[in-house]
């Protein structure tokens, strides 16, 4: 196994979690190799340091008032969602920008369902920062069951899916280094081309 | 945590017993609280953070299929509001009052109290710089000891995209935190 294949199961090693035979393969390059030892002493040191760490809890009035503070916060939330019926010189108004948040809605909703359709596969890739405004919009903290019903959950894992499948595909280049949250626009953009580009060719030979 | 007592909760709630709910957020408000903190790093917002987790859970309780367990949509919407809040609030994080309440400090040294609390806000620093499916993948390991399937359902990511970001997570805070262990 290369020194690089070994440095990624260090953290695993140190916890204890690699199956005998991984365990066995990472002691003995460890033995003979005194980079990856290095390496691995840095590791250990860094979790020495983060054990170190104070801990913080809260005082036990906090714990005694939880339940009663969280109530009252559902009851404030649901007396500030009460409509208060609008006098009717407003109504006209009201009934004008529910008719175009609608159509908003309405565009909003088709803009989305083209990007699924796109490309003859069942799903085209979004880049992480395209597929974590989708994120944000599912878990949005406002009106989340109106926006549940604009990205579906198979919608999402359809998205998963492609991250991971362009997160593996970096990982098999080598991309070590950085991860794909970490990359530019640009970076993720050319990756996105190499890897649609390898995957028509593997189509068509 | 017992998952059967959980959704015996969970059925008592939907059914209309409002009692259940307290109960349930008795049972999960430490762990919840703890992640929260570890995310954030700033006790006074994680406190309100864990009481907001748990008005999201009551709002949408009644819509939980079970299609994953409690305690992972639980995890998944605690680490999702904390995420949003830390986007929101990263510049503040980072100016911030010191907490009103500090860590017990247990050593009669005010040396070492010092070092200790400069190694805190070293590692509060670290954390807070990572990117942030690395910080969630971190805490939800480090702190929480979840096992990679169950921080891989937390995320929607497989296990071995989490294990990279764990990996990535420790790479970056062995070099933010070189200078504490010479």
């Not at chain 1, 909003?108 to 880049?127: A, H, P, Q």
């Not at chain 2, 945590?1 to 017993?17: A, H, P, S, V």
């Not at chain 2, 100016?95 to 805190?120: A, G, H, M, R, V």
Request: hydrophobic letters at 35%; glycine letters at 4%; one cysteine or more.
């Amino acid at each position: 196994m290369r020194c690089e294949d070994i440095r990624f199961k260090l953290v695993d090693y140190f916890e204890n979690t690699l199956s005998p035979e991984e365990r066995k393969l990472v002691q003995n390059h460890l033995d003979t190799c005194s980079r990856c030892q290095k390496e691995y002493e840095e590791i250990v040191s860094t979790f020495e340091i983060l054990k170190k760490e104070s801990l913080i809890e809260p005082e036990e009035i906090y714990w005694t008032n939880f339940v009663p503070a969280v109530r009252s916060r559902i009851e404030k939330k649901e007396e500030t969602g009460v409509v208060i019926i609008p006098k009717w010189k407003f109504a006209g108004g009201i009934v004008t920008f529910f008719l175009i948040l609608l159509l908003g809605i309405f565009l909003f909703r088709n803009d989305r369902k083209v990007m699924f359709k796109s490309g003859t596969e069942s799903y085209t890739y979004l880049l992480p920062a395209e597929d974590e405004k989708i994120e944000e919009l599912f878990y949005a903290e406002e009106d989340e069951s109106s926006l549940r019903s604009l990205i579906t959950e198979a919608d999402r894992k359809k998205l998963v899916l492609a991250e991971e499948e362009l997160e593996e595909y970096y990982w098999e280049k080598g991309g070590k280094e950085k991860s794909l949250e970490e990359l530019d626009i640009k970076q993720l953009e050319d990756l996105k081309k190499t890897l649609e580009k390898e995957k028509f060719k593997k189509e068509i030979l | 945590m017992d998952e059967e007592i959980t959704q015996e909760l969970i059925r008592r709630f939907k059914q209309g017993e409002e009692k259940a709910f307290n109960e349930l957020v008795s049972l999960y408000k430490k762990g919840i609280f703890n992640l929260v903190f570890r995310m954030v790093r700033n006790q006074e917002d994680a406190m309100d953070l864990a009481q907001e987790v748990f008005v999201k859970v009551y709002h949408s309780l009644k819509d939980f299929r079970g299609e994953s367990s409690f305690s992972t949509w639980l995890h998944r919407i605690a680490v999702n509001l904390s995420l949003n809040f830390t986007q929101r609030d990263r510049f503040r994080s980072f100016i911030s009052l010191p907490d009103l309440t500090q860590p017990i400090l247990s050593s009669n040294s005010p040396l070492k109290d010092y070092e200790k609390k400069e190694l805190d806000k070293a590692i509060d620093q670290a954390v807070l710089s990572l990117p942030k499916k690395q910080k969630a993948v971190f805490v939800l390991r480090h702190y929480q000891e979840l096992q990679y399937s169950e921080i891989a359902e937390v995320m929607g990511k497989s296990e071995g995209a989490v294990k990279a970001n764990y990996f990535q997570a420790i790479k970056k805070l062995r070099k933010s935190l070189a200078h504490f262990g010479e």
